[in-house]
């Protein structure tokens, strides 16, 4: 098995462990702050959290840009910084590698338009990831030595509108049109027929086929403001109807979930307080650590924060600059693959350059 292959197997596989809960697409500082987005997002990741969020922040124009986010795994840059060695492994050694340090890498690109009662935004993501096991993948229990190479591919289109129905009741509504390809596979290291099989679907393209879905969340948000404390509860509903797609590809179930948040402000700084649980009603059948999503953001004077929170059940931390013309986001977190915490999780740095213009 050539070293090539394998990497070629990252980019292309067979559906399992995609995104269930988790949105798809997400923005650094959110996820530093534990992706407690549902009471207060950031730029275009609103219309995917709660598109209720868009009157909130006092200006019509808020946002016109572009954004490029990469999501390496600690361990790739590990193995990146010993690339010229790895050139010169054998297959067996690259895979003894991958015991301990698995390859991970997140790739975003988005354009959008926000406004106080609209929003657009056009992305596109890939996230292959490579783990080798030496006692089978504990996802499915095998037993004998193998790799599961995996990708998340997304794309698409958000369309939003939102209003204050009240002084303290705002409602939003996200249309969505994703090509979605969310890919798992196994390979035993010992069966050469399942390997050459692979090949040739790789070769026919059978495995790289993006299924198209249409879909709509609404949103609703109570925001009680005070002069020095403000008070956030937010109600989402995902995937109404549930969003079907064409393909192998299963359908995006509808889930409901609520969060809420405070914020203790000044004039100037503002620190905001939330947590958001997820898929209240389980329909998606996911341990409890993956439904619950606490985080905290620190606001200085609107062009500085901080950020810390807990996803996945570990820790995340980061920070961002905000500037008139570019924004810079970066965050620190884990995410788990399995279905109990410390089974298959990577930890993930991820950092994004918006430029464009906010008035």
Not at 56 to 77: E, H, N, V
Not at 141 to 146: I, Q, S, V, Y
Request: net charge neutral.
């Amino acid at each position: 098995m050539r070293i090539g292959l394998i990497l070629l197997f990252c980019l292309l596989s067979i559906p399992l462990m995609a995104r269930t809960i988790e949105p798809y697409y997400e923005d650094p500082f959110d996820i530093a702050a534990g992706g407690a987005s549902l009471t207060r997002a950031t730029q275009e990741a609103v219309l995917v959290s709660n598109p209720a969020q868009l009157p909130l922040g006092g200006k019509f124009f808020r946002w016109l840009g572009i954004k490029t986010t990469l999501a390496p795994g600690a361990d790739s840059l590990a193995l990146m910084q010993n690339r010229g060695q790895a050139e010169d492994q054998s297959s067996s050694e690259f895979v003894d590698g991958l015991f301990n340090k698995p390859i991970h890498l997140g790739v975003t690109q988005s354009v959008s338009l926000i406004t106080s009662n609209f929003g657009l935004a056009v992305f596109a993501s890939t996230t292959p990831d490579i783990k080798a096991w030496r006692r089978g993948d504990p996802i499915r229990g095998a037993g004998t030595p193998n790799i599961v190479v995996q990708n998340e591919a997304y794309g698409g289109v958000y369309a939003s509108i939102a209003g204050f129905t009240s002084k303290w009741l705002s409602l939003g509504l996200s249309a969505k049109y994703l090509k979605v390809n969310e890919l798992r596979e196994t390979i035993e290291l010992t069966d050469q027929a399942a390997i050459e099989s692979l090949q040739k679907k790789a070769s026919e393209g059978g495995l790289s086929r993006l299924d198209t879905g249409k879909g709509f969340d609404f949103g609703s948000l109570i925001f009680l403001q005070g002069k020095y404390v403000d008070f956030s509860f937010a109600n989402v509903l995902q995937n109404i109807g549930s969003m079907r797609f064409s393909g192998t590809t299963p359908p995006a179930k509808q889930m409901y979930h609520t969060g809420m948040s405070v914020v203790f402000h000044t004039s100037a700084d503002a620190i905001h307080l939330a947590v958001d649980y997820r898929d209240v009603l389980n329909v998606n059948k996911q341990p409890d650590f993956k439904r619950f999503y606490l985080g905290s953001k620190y606001l200085l004077r609107s062009y500085l924060g901080l950020a810390a929170g807990v996803y996945h059940g570990s820790p995340t931390y980061g920070a961002e600059v905000d500037l008139i013309l570019f924004r810079l986001a970066a965050s620190v977190y884990t995410r788990e693959y399995g279905d109990h915490p410390d089974v298959d999780r990577r930890k993930i740095y991820m950092a994004s350059l918006s430029t464009g213009l906010t008035l």
